[in-house]
């Protein structure tokens, strides 16, 4: 299974490394670096590399190589899968992952790791257990542990690690009980020149924040849970359940965590929220022009907030000069990159930029037309149509504090010129 | 108050002050130099000289200095195995401790010391901590036996400690189930033996089953796997077993669902495609595989590689998905080509418009590799898809336009493919492709127009100006080039041989004289030879008709892509390689998909008897492309311009005859008639050098090798119990298809009519592929030769002997039985050929009471002609020795049914008799693969 973790920052640093075995040099790093020259971007480095001896699956977050190194014939899903989870588990204690934070807690981390592997095992990954085992930090026990000389480390078995509910400690206490539900649809889509949709799907989430003493038992039900293509479940959700009467029952985690996500796309069609006309042209002569208004549709009636257009504009152009009616444009001569933030779209006003793009004298026009791609978020809606019906609990007496919110944004949303 | 302080020190000599405060008396002080300690060696600096001082710390109260102390341990306890010995004790101490979690990690911390010295301590602790009544200390005891297995294997095996292990399987607790499991697996995987240590029974995968919906979701994926290696004893009880599997399809962790997928895919195998519960199935497992693509970009890699399995094995899966394959343009390359790759593979009549819609939109992005790609895409759409051929090459016109220069190279090589694949359909563009010559500066682009010019040269007006530019360069180019040019110009020679003799001539001086590439003299002295001899022969060689190009060439070949059904989600599956050939190591015995079963009652297969069940997986898949020989007549052809890597051309293992016995007559020829021969240019007489003509015999000695050996016809069935029907037949194998060859002759006084034949079950399950054809009615006196082709489809039953064939014939007088054997070479495939390794490995694997010799007398051959006699009937040598003065052969071969047989040939100089040692897991076939060696040695 997974022998060696090596962590690499930007510049090539290997500044962390755990060793789950005997330890491996950190010069198999080399092959991973070799990878890393042959591509032009860092999200290019192909995640499984072969070596003589090793292979090394890595994943790239918040600008940070995660390379794992196995020996023997290990799942690579189950490695990248792992490799995320440690990332995962990171963001949760200290609130992000960069290199500054890791190195900051590196006893922290280090202990993690070994308590998140043994032996190349997993072993506990479920945060709601590491929180038991090794403490986040935070100031006041910081500050608390130092005067008193008590220390991160839990004396005690945690407890959920070995009921039949894993995911839970026992003994959670609250004063004000309540369970937050979000769910989140991000929209995928390709949009062809002629604004025809090519590919449209919807990648939803139901993230929690359940604080409920005692052992809760939940059901969840949906106004129309017939919409999902495909599901997937927190393990706490009872499957049988599902497939027999389309409910979500569940004893939940502690804290936050996502319930499910899903996927709507393949037989429903999506609703598209936003509309982009365009036209960017670019002459024999050089220099072009470019013209984009974006308007609403299909957002029944709720209002389209933090719109961004980004434009990666082809290598040949040196500037642009636009004039937005709303909102701010910044064009990065470097990466090329043409950044419009709108922010909200007003009804009966719809945003508009044009003007001219200056190209590299000389130069004809560029091969290809850039494609644009969108960021935007529509509050109290989930575009699908999905609808949470009711919440029930079980097993505990008080009555709880309930909430749904609903929330469309854009996934990788596309739109071709 | 944060660890970066650890790294900030700005006195000299931090070892000596660390050391100093690891022996304060101050606890904390302790934890805070440990810490430091700590801190250091995650970032790789060598903090081992502290190894005793830190040990010090360890027998404390303080959890967490325990903790930081057992992690130092293990990383150093290995460079210092003396020092370590010190810490036994408190281990053996801390196993007892009243605290499961110290006893846990007391246990799990004595498994990473990699101290040979060590580990014998630890077995008694070990043994107690495996029968713990915590479970959290049984789980945790359950992986050290997988480390101590890495340690000293057989320390593990004599303890007994892997019978311990194996108790936990039926452990109450899911958890210490799911890690005995994985630290089974993990022996398994690495332990020499190679036998499999979890006895899959359906009991214990009841058990598994139950402890899979209960355990975490790595220890899913560690039971999943080891479900995958279990083969249900009949359908019902795999359906039964996908059942309670298909939960895991939702699963939120990707590991888990591919695991899932695998059993499933692997189960599926068992049960007919049609049934109800397959269909189900199917349709199930397309949107969690759909899931997977949504997730970040590194997974969707691993499952795209996967997809593209398992696309090709079950195409219907996924038939209605295209779309989500279609291309982001910030998707990773990684993950962009594997994507094109998939939509080649599902592209179909129904959604090729689409398809082609994208790829064009593709060719225009900035990706070089990309683009590239996207151009064979609409290439190999064109070849797969007939009827989108036309739309494929309008759209690479249009891409031509672009003038884009790698765009145009590329649409070029593609467009030699669809020439090949629809001969005398497009010429028309050819003008349009000529007009980009100049801009062609990669070798492959320009080997492909080049073809294409020699191909079409009596379309093309000016072909031999075309050609004449090439030739100005001529040692400059690419290898690849100058041979594709040297046969474009004979062929546009023996195509308008008047106005290019001087061209061809000088083609000829300048791959001969001049070049010291022994493959481009050798072509040209051919080519010259045979122009020389007899134009008329050149022709047939040079011009002749070329096999046809499909779409097949680039799928998997069909064993190796069920043996990488088996490995979904592994390595192997994202290398689309066995586990055998990267693994270190690994001499595994390979997976095989279950057979399909038919459960006892299921009525209407049992009752239809004969036909066999349809797409039995290793034959339906029967590799329609025949194998790629490198011959010299398909190089003649002209068929080596290197095609994209994906798709090989093919070319068929025998010779076309046509080309084949043109070859031949040239062998008479010889230098005298080269001289005499009129239509050579002149320049031709200064002729080849003498010495030149072994080196050309040498190469047309390849063509007189013996072929096929086809044994005498027999009479099967005598006139007299035939009514006057008499019947004499023989078998042979022919582009790796069986034959049964027959002669009819009716003694009778009436003409026979309507023949019809059918084989009894037999051992290898031959049936007849097609219905006897018997030409007209059989006059009285009159005999008539059929030849039937035989597939290996039908049902199979052992008989006695192994290849005995029962055959009943029936005509408008009778039906007539009668009895022959099979002589095995005829059973022998075409892919018979084991990699080296695994021959050794195999036979090492196979035990020695498998052995059998035989002494076969009277053979007078050297040991290259026995290996080449063999050869030739599909027994490959896989090495030669030579020791102690005797040659040593070792072959191999593989018969219809996948039984494979290895053999080691003992060949004596002055000895006329050989030695044969055969081994294979199947003895019954021993004594026939004897009896088919001497067969083929005496013929």
Excluded at chain 1, 342 to 347: K, T
Excluded at chain 2, 200 to 207: C, D, I, P, S, T
Excluded at chain 2, 676 to 684: E, F, M, Q, Y
């Amino acid at each position: 299974m997974i022998h060696s973790l090596f962590v690499i920052n930007s510049s090539g640093d290997v500044f962390m490394e755990k060793h789950w075995k005997s330890v491996i040099h950190r010069s198999v790093c080399d092959y991973f670096f070799d990878a890393q020259r042959k591509v032009s971007s860092p999200e290019d480095i192909p995640p499984v590399i072969a070596t003589p001896h090793h292979y090394l699956i890595s994943i790239y977050r918040s600008q940070l190589f995660f390379v794992a190194i196995t020996q023997s014939e290990a799942p690579p899903l189950f490695v990248i899968e792992f490799l995320h989870r440690v990332v995962d588990i990171i963001e949760d204690y200290f609130g992000d992952c960069t290199e500054f934070l890791i190195k900051e807690h590196y006893v922290v981390v280090y202990e993690l790791l070994d308590e998140m592997l043994d032996n190349g095992f997993p072993l506990a990954t479920e945060s709601n257990i590491l929180k038991e085992l090794i403490k986040p930090p935070n100031i006041l026990r910081t500050i608390a542990n130092t005067v008193t000389g008590k220390s991160n480390l839990s004396h005690t078995l945690p407890t959920g690690q070995l009921s039949n509910i894993p995911w839970r400690r026992t003994g959670v206490k609250y004063t004000n009980n309540e369970a937050y539900f979000d769910v989140i649809e991000e929209v995928d889509a390709i949009i062809d020149k002629s604004g025809s949709v090519v590919f449209a799907e919807i990648q939803g989430y139901i993230d929690c924040c359940i604080k409920l003493s005692g052992m809760p038992d939940l059901s969840l039900t949906f106004i129309n849970p017939r919409l999902f293509d495909d599901v997937s479940f927190h393990p706490c959700v009872r499957f049988r359940r599902w497939e027999s009467e389309r409910i979500l029952s569940f004893v939940p985690p502690d804290g936050n965590f996502r319930l499910m996500s899903y996927h709507i796309g393949a037989q429903n069609v999506v609703a598209i929220p936003l509309y982009v006309k365009h036209s960017i042209s670019f002459k024999e002569t050089g220099g072009g022009r470019l013209d984009i208004t974006i308007g609403p549709k299909q957002t029944m009636g709720k209002m389209v907030e933090n719109v961004v257009v980004e434009i990666p504009m082809p290598k040949t152009v040196l500037n642009v000069t636009l004039t937005p009616t709303q909102g701010k444009y910044t064009f990065d001569p470097v990466s090329k990159n043409m950044v419009w933030e709108i922010g909200r779209i007003e009804a009966g006003k719809l945003p508009n930029i044009r003007g001219h793009i200056s190209v590299q004298t000389g130069s004809s026009g560029p091969e290809a037309n850039p494609i644009i791609s969108i960021q935007f978020t529509i509050s109290q809606l989930a575009v699908s149509g999905l609808k949470v019906n009711r919440l029930d609990m079980y097993g505990e007496k008080y009555k709880p504090f309930k909430g749904v919110k609903y929330l469309t944004k854009n996934g990788r949303f596309q739109v071709r010129t | 108050m944060t660890d970066a302080k650890y790294f900030t020190t700005t006195k000299k000599g931090e070892i000596f002050e660390l050391k100093s405060e690891l022996n304060s008396d101050k606890k904390e002080k302790k934890k805070e130099a440990v810490k430091k300690v700590i801190a250091s060696m995650t970032v790789g600096k060598d903090v081992s000289a502290l190894f005793p001082d830190v040990v010090n710390c360890m027998q404390t109260d303080n959890l967490e200095l325990k903790k930081l102390v057992y992690l130092y341990l293990m990383n150093y306890a290995k460079s210092q195995p003396d020092m370590a010995i010190m810490a036994v004790n408190t281990f053996v101490k801390d196993c007892e401790d009243p605290n499961p979690l110290i006893r846990a990690l007391a246990v799990r911390t004595m498994g990473c010391i990699r101290v040979d010295k060590i580990t014998e301590y630890l077995c008694e602790p070990l043994r107690k901590c495996l029968k713990d009544e915590d479970p959290y200390v049984r789980k945790t005891a359950a992986v050290c036996v997988a480390k101590l297995h890495d340690i000293n294997a057989q320390l593990v095996e004599d303890q007994g400690f892997l019978d311990q292990l194996r108790d936990l399987l039926s452990d109450s607790n899911p958890m210490v189930v799911a890690n005995a499991v994985a630290a089974l697996s993990e022996i398994n995987e690495t332990s020499s033996s190679g036998q499999t240590l979890i006895e899959m029974n359906a009991q214990a995968v009841n058990k598994l089953l139950t402890a899979l919906n209960e355990c975490t979701e790595w220890g899913q994926v560690f039971i999943l796997d080891s479900l995958a290696n279990y083969t249900p004893k009949d359908d019902r009880e795999a359906q039964s077993i996908c059942e309670r599997i298909t939960p895991r399809l939702a699963h939120a962790n990707a590991a888990v669902v591919l695991s899932a997928v695998k059993v499933l895919m692997k189960f599926m195998e068992m049960m007919g495609n049609d049934t109800e519960f397959v269909t189900s199935l199917t349709k199930k497992l397309a949107p969690p595989l759909v899931t997977l693509l949504s997730s970040e970009a590194e997974t969707q890699y691993v499952a795209l590689r996967n997809i593209n399995l398992i696309v090709q094995k079950r195409p219907d899966i996924l038939k209605q998905e295209m779309k989500v394959f279609f291309v982001k343009y910030n998707d990773p390359i990684y993950v962009k080509l594997e994507k094109l790759d998939i939509m080649i593979r599902l592209a179909s009549q129904a959604n090729i418009a689409q398809v082609l819609a994208e790829l064009r939109e593709y060719a225009t992005e900035v990706d070089v590799d990309f683009v590239r790609k996207a151009v064979r895409a609409i290439g190999r759409c064109a070849i797969k898809v007939e009827q989108s051929a036309e739309r494929c090459v309008s759209t690479l016109l249009d891409l031509i336009q672009t003038k884009v220069n790698y765009v145009v190279q590329e649409a070029i090589v593609v467009i030699k493919d669809i020439f090949r694949k629809y001969p005398n359909k497009y010429e028309s563009i050819i003008s349009t492709l000529c007009e980009n010559l100049d801009t062609l500066d990669e070798p492959e682009a320009r080997a492909s127009m080049i073809w294409i010019i020699g191909e079409y040269a009596e379309r093309i007006d000016n072909a031999d100006e075309l050609l004449e530019s090439f030739l100005e360069g001529f040692h400059d180019e690419n290898t690849q080039v100058q041979l594709q040019l040297l046969t474009a110009i004979v062929k546009l020679f023996l195509k308008r041989p008047t106005e290019t003799q001087e061209l061809v001539q000088q083609v000829l001086s300048l791959a001969t004289q001049d070049s010291d590439n022994p493959d481009l003299r050798d072509r040209g002295f051919i080519y010259w030879r045979l122009l020389s001899t007899d134009p008329a022969a050149a022709k047939e060689v040079v011009l002749a008709e070329k096999p046809l190009i499909s779409e097949e060439t680039d799928l998997l070949e069909p064993t190796l892509l069920d043996e990488l059904i088996c490995h979904i989600g592994t390595l192997a599956s994202v290398y689309h390689k066995p586990p055998s050939a990267f693994v270190e190591g690994k001499t595994a015995v390979r997976k095989q998909l279950p057979p399909r079963q038919n459960s006892v009652g299921s009525a209407e297969e049992a009752s239809s008897g004969s036909p066999p069940a349809p797409g039995q997986p290793t034959d339906e898949q029967q590799p329609t492309v025949i194998p790629v020989a490198d011959n010299l007549i398909g190089d003649l052809l002209s068929l080596d311009i290197s095609a994209p890597s994906t798709y090989q051309a093919p070319i068929p293992s025998q010779p076309q005859p046509v080309a084949n016995t043109a070859a031949m007559d040239l062998l008479g020829g010889g230098l005298d008639s080269l001289l005499s021969d009129t239509s050579a240019p002149a320049g031709i007489t200064s002729a080849p050098p003498v010495s030149s003509s072994g080196l050309l015999g040498d190469i047309f000695g390849i063509g007189n090798v013996t072929p096929f050996y086809t044994p005498a016809k027999q009479v099967w069935l005598p006139a007299a119990r035939g009514k006057g029907l008499e019947i004499s037949g023989t078998f042979t194998r022919r582009n790796g298809q069986i034959y049964m060859e027959m002669t009819f002759s009716n003694k009778a006084m009436q003409a026979m009519t309507s023949f019809a034949i059918q084989f009894n079950k037999n051992s290898f399950g031959l049936s007849p592929a097609q219905s006897l054809q018997v030409q007209g009615p059989l006059q009285p006196n009159g005999s008539v030769d059929s030849s039937l082709p035989i597939n290996t489809k039908g049902p199979v039953q052992k008989m006695e002997p192994l290849t005995n064939l029962q055959v009943a014939i029936k005509n408008n007088v009778d039906v007539f039985y009668f009895s022959c054997l099979v002589p095995l070479h005829v059973l022998c495939m075409e892919d018979g050929m084991m990699d080296k390794r695994v021959f050794l490995a195999t036979w090492k694997d196979i035990p020695a009471q498998n052995e059998v010799q035989y002494t076969i007398e009277n053979v007078n051959y050297t040991a290259d002609q026995v290996s080449s006699k063999l050869q030739n009937n599909n027994i490959f040598t896989i090495a030669k020795r030579n020791v102690e003065g005797q040659d040593m052969l070792y072959q191999s071969l593989k018969l219809t049914n996948g039984i494979w047989v290895l053999a080691e040939l003992k060949i004596q100089p002055g000895n006329i008799n050989l030695i044969l040692s055969l081994k294979s897991r199947a003895m019954e076939v021993a004594s026939g693969v004897h009896q088919t060696f001497e067969l083929i040695l005496h013929n």
